[in-house]
């Protein structure tokens, strides 16, 4: 049975999350289930903008985040608005159904229940929302070792940090509060850059280690058009005009493209936007491609990659009808073996 009612932070990681596909002004839950790793192109999607990137960077370290949030400022009108979204949310769950999508694995779900009222006056919910407000942000993750834990201590000004044992190796829960939204922000990107300055320092003796890998892998280093942008771009459009390929849609609010998408696998549209360049199994985000990237590779939409199909820098959201299940691509080996294969092919 779904739920809407205020969650506590410390209770948040026993629950499952669940977003209208209408709007992200809320969420539904209900007792934790699934305990696989969150997909990160799917989280991408529902994360609070201002720790998304210490998230993000959290799990491509290897760490297993669990249910969080930022911390918020809002006003009554938002609450007004969100209260308008609930009562449009309650007619549908009365008669034909909710369909809800778990933010963590992109699963859908039909939420129909014909007695289903909000437990909330307008006023009420405007009041109680805006008296019961907790600002204070919360991100909380399971690693193995507390390697990272002395980035999260309470000499970080706003942050208080707990450690606890946990079946992984150790929970680590990290409390952010600042005085208003803009400093709440500034705090959690503060967090972000320590981490991974951290991980630039390990990547020092990383890159020794790849050295050897490269000798090893005669010489292979990153893709050509990782380096040219001319044939990166080349190479795309040639993706994008390709009645065989369609990468896109350029605006992932292009209901169109996806309809034309799932009609080419004959299938709901809904599925067919299941089916990105993010879990493609020619879509590469190794450490050592995401070395070959230029500066920044992600956005709120999700993450830059490489394409071994087609040969360009594509991004994680968007697909084609090649499209082939199975991937990303994550580790630096196999990342080689495809470049091997690929290099070979063209002689």
């Not at 990105?276 to 920044?296: E, I």
Request: charge should be negative; glycine fraction near 6%.
């Amino acid at each position: 049975m779904f739920s809407i009612a205020p969650v506590k932070f410390r209770n948040m990681p026993d629950k499952d999350w669940f977003e209208s596909e209408d709007h992200g002004l809320w969420y539904y839950h209900k007792p934790r289930k699934s305990e696989d790793m969150a997909s990160p192109d799917v989280l991408s999607k529902s994360l609070d903008h201002c720790l998304k990137p210490l998230a993000l960077h959290l799990m491509k370290l290897g760490c297993k985040t669990l249910p969080s949030c930022q911390g918020h400022f809002h006003d009554t009108g938002h609450y007004s608005t969100t209260f308008d979204k609930l009562m449009s949310d309650s007619e549908k769950i009365r008669n034909e159904g909710l369909r809800l999508k778990n933010v963590e694995t992109g699963d859908v779900f039909v939420f129909q229940k014909e007695d289903w009222q909000l437990p909330w006056s307008r006023q009420g919910f405007v009041e109680d929302m805006l008296v019961n407000e907790d600002h204070e942000g919360y991100l909380a993750f399971t690693a193995p070792d507390l390697r990272l834990a002395p980035h999260f201590t309470d000499e970080n000004p706003g942050v208080r940090c707990n450690i606890e044992d946990h079946d992984d190796g150790f929970k680590i829960e990290i409390r952010v509060k600042g005085k208003d939204e803009k400093e709440q922000c500034s705090i959690w990107r503060k967090l972000a850059n320590k981490v991974k300055g951290k991980t630039m320092r390990e990547n020092k003796l990383r890159q020794m280690v790849r050295k050897m890998l490269l000798e090893q892998n005669e010489g292979l280093s990153c893709p050509r058009a990782t380096q040219d942008l001319k044939l990166n771009t080349k190479n795309r459009d040639a993706a994008i005009r390709a009645k065989h390929i369609q990468y896109g849609p350029l605006n992932l609010a292009d209901e169109k493209y996806w309809e034309r998408l799932a009609d080419h696998w004959n299938t709901e549209v809904e599925v067919a936007k299941e089916s990105l360049c993010g879990n493609c199994s020619a879509f590469d985000l190794s450490p050592r491609m995401d070395d070959c990237m230029p500066g920044q590779t992600s956005d709120p939409d999700g993450v830059l990659g490489y394409c071994w199909m087609h040969h360009f820098k594509c991004h994680s959201a968007r697909t084609c009808y090649t499209y082939a299940m199975g991937g990303p691509i994550t580790k630096d080996d196999v990342s080689y073996d495809w470049q091997e294969r690929e290099e070979a092919k063209q002689g």
